[in-house]
C-alpha cells in the first residue's frame, strides 16, 4: 500500500508539472490579450547574442556554418525597422523606395545580401525567430549555406508592437 501510494504521487507530481503555465487574460473577443515584451536597456545589449546563439545553434542542426554579428548588418537593419514602424507596415522596401541591397551599400557593406527577414509583433525575439523557422522562405533565408554574417536590429514603438529586421550576407 505504501509503494502504490508512493508511485501515486510520484506520477501526480510529474502530471502537474507537464500543465501549462496558466492562459493570459481573454479579452472582449474571446482570444487572448496580447502581452507586451518591455525590451529593456539590457535586454538591449544581451539580444543580439541572444539570437546569434539560437541561430547558430539552428544552423548547425542543419549542417550550415555559423554566423558572426556584423555591425554595418546592424546598422541597416535598425534603419530599416524604424522604417517600417513610420510606414505602419512591414516590407522589405524603405519609405524612400530603398531595396535591402540599397541600405547595405548606404551603411558601407562591400559583401553580397543574402536576404533579410522582418517582422511586426509584440513577440521576444526568439519567439520571432521561431516564427521565421516555421515559414519556409524565411527559414531557407536563416539556413543559407553562403551566410556567414548577420545583423540584427529592432524598433519598439511607446504600445509594446515591435518591427524586427533581420539581415544575413557574406
Same mark, same amino acid.
Given at each position: 500500500? &505504501?509503494?502504490?501510494?508512493?508511485? !501515486?504521487?510520484? =506520477? %501526480? @507530481? $510529474?502530471?502537474?508539472?507537464?500543465?501549462? *503555465?496558466?492562459?493570459? +487574460?481573454?479579452?472582449?473577443?474571446?482570444?487572448?490579450?496580447?502581452?507586451?515584451y518591455r525590451?529593456?536597456?539590457?535586454?538591449?545589449?544581451?539580444?543580439?547574442?541572444?539570437? &546569434?546563439?539560437?541561430?547558430?545553434? !539552428?544552423?548547425? =542542426? %542543419? @549542417? $550550415?556554418?555559423?554566423?558572426?554579428?556584423? *555591425?554595418?548588418?546592424? +546598422?541597416?537593419?535598425?534603419?530599416?525597422s524604424?522604417?517600417?514602424?513610420?510606414?505602419?507596415?512591414?516590407?522589405?522596401?524603405?519609405?524612400?523606395?530603398?531595396?535591402?541591397?540599397?541600405?547595405?551599400?548606404?551603411?558601407?557593406y562591400?559583401?553580397?545580401?543574402?536576404?533579410?527577414?522582418?517582422?511586426?509583433?509584440?513577440?521576444?525575439?526568439?519567439?520571432?525567430?521561431?516564427?521565421?523557422?516555421?515559414?519556409?522562405?524565411?527559414?531557407?533565408?536563416?539556413?543559407?549555406?553562403?551566410?556567414?554574417?548577420?545583423?540584427?536590429?529592432?524598433?519598439?514603438?511607446?504600445?509594446?508592437?515591435?518591427?524586427?529586421?533581420?539581415?544575413?550576407?557574406?
Amino acid at each position: 500500500m &505504501l509503494r502504490r501510494n508512493l508511485l !501515486l504521487g510520484i =506520477a %501526480a @507530481g $510529474a502530471l502537474s508539472a507537464c500543465t501549462s *503555465a496558466p492562459q493570459g +487574460a481573454i479579452g472582449e473577443d474571446g482570444l487572448p490579450v496580447q502581452r507586451v515584451y518591455r525590451i529593456t536597456e539590457e535586454d538591449a545589449q544581451e539580444i543580439p547574442f541572444r539570437v &546569434l546563439d539560437a541561430l547558430n545553434t !539552428l544552423r548547425s =542542426a %542543419a @549542417g $550550415a556554418g555559423p554566423l558572426v554579428l556584423n *555591425a554595418e548588418l546592424t +546598422a541597416a537593419a535598425a534603419t530599416h525597422s524604424r522604417d517600417m514602424a513610420i510606414q505602419n507596415r512591414p516590407w522589405h522596401f524603405g519609405s524612400d523606395g530603398s531595396s535591402p541591397v540599397d541600405r547595405l551599400r548606404r551603411v558601407g557593406y562591400s559583401g553580397q545580401l543574402v536576404g533579410e527577414v522582418i517582422s511586426e509583433t509584440f513577440e521576444t525575439e526568439i519567439e520571432t525567430l521561431g516564427a521565421w523557422m516555421q515559414q519556409a522562405h524565411t527559414r531557407a533565408i536563416l539556413l543559407d549555406q553562403t551566410a556567414n554574417r548577420m545583423g540584427i536590429s529592432w524598433f519598439q514603438e511607446d504600445g509594446g508592437k515591435i518591427w524586427w529586421t533581420l539581415v544575413l550576407a557574406r
